[in-house]
Each structure stands twice: as C-alpha cells, then as structure tokens.
C-alpha cells in the first residue's frame, strides 16, 4: 500500500504549488514544499544554492529532502521542485500526480503574470528560453513515467484542477 500522501510533480511553472493551496481550500488538506523546506533548512534561496554550489549540491539537498518525506510524512500534500521526480524513492513518498502543459502555456502563464521578474529570477533553470524547452522535451515522458495520474491543467482553475485529483486519486 503507498502511503497517503499526494505527490504533485511536473515543470517549473506548471501550478504546483497554486494546485496544492487550492487542495487545502477545497479538501482542507495541508501541504509541504520541497524547495520551501529546502530554503529554510539551508537558510539560502534556491537560485543562490545553485550560485554559489552548482546543481548537483542541490540535487543532494533534494534527496535528503526525499528520505525525510518517506519517513516522516503522511496524510500530506506535497508540492516538489521541477527536478524532484528523479528521488529513487519518490513512489515510497505517496501517490504520484503528474500535472501536465505545453512549455509554451507555461511560458505563458509565467510571462502574463503581474511579478514574472520573480518567478523567473527564482528559477535558474528557466533562464534560458532554448535551453528550458529542451529540459521540458527531456523530461515529459518521464514525468509521465512516474506518474500514477496525469492531470492536464491547461485552462483549467487551480479549484477544478484540485477537485480532478481528488476524484482521480481513488483507488490509485
Ligand atoms: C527545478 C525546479 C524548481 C527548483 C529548482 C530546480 C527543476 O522548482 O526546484 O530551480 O529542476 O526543474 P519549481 O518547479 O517549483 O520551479
């Protein structure tokens, strides 16, 4: 049996932290982080981690993160940074759900927000236009991979997209 936990992955930018707050809204049902208790553990910003010790330090960082949650965590909504999927353990953590959108409705999304500066500037690996799609081209099948639900999320509110989980979620 897979623990409790709901598992929210997919790209930068893609709601999955607007998704978990409309979860606690509508279900009630309080949610966890992965880059927030990352930022607070270490006391630093993501984009400064990756400034001043490379990706790989934070990929680490991910991992502790990962076996804390395996441990530690049920009952709990759990939205993750884009790169988490790849935690070995990541299915052990919970149910796995997979909210999935063209890069270019994401690049939207971001860019016809009032504070884009922001979550562009907080995300080093959106950076590069070129190089984002290329991750996203990368990465599509295997979020899809380890996912146990897919959820398209394009022009959809975050309130409906939290109650297609919790009708899809059942018996997963
Ligand atoms: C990353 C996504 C970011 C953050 C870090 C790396 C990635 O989280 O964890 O910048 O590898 O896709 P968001 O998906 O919340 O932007």
């Known amino acids: 049996m897979k623990k409790n936990n709901i598992v929210l992955i997919g790209f930068m930018g893609v709601g999955k932290g607007t998704v978990a707050r409309a979860i606690f809204k509508e279900f009630g049902k309080i949610s966890i982080d992965t880059d927030d208790i990352i930022e607070s553990n270490t006391k630093q910003k993501i984009k400064d981690i990756f400034e001043e010790f490379g990706e ?15 441990k530690n965590i049920t009952n709990t909504i759990i939205s993750t940074g884009g790169g988490f999927y790849k935690q070995e353990n990541l299915n052990k953590i919970g149910k796995i759900v997979y909210l999935k959108s063209s890069f270019e409705a994401i690049l939207h999304k971001i860019y016809s927000s009032k504070d884009f500066k922001k979550k562009l500037s907080k995300r080093p690996l959106l950076q590069d236009t070129i190089q984002a799609k290329k991750l996203f081209n990368y990465r599509i099948e295997q979020y899809e991979n380890k996912a146990d639900i897919i959820i398209d999320v394009e022009n959809k509110t975050a309130t409906n997209i939290a109650k297609e989980i919790f009708t899809n979620i059942q018996g997963k």
């Open 56 to 70: 790989e330090y934070f990929r680490d960082l991910e991992k502790q993160c990962a076996i804390w949650l395996e």
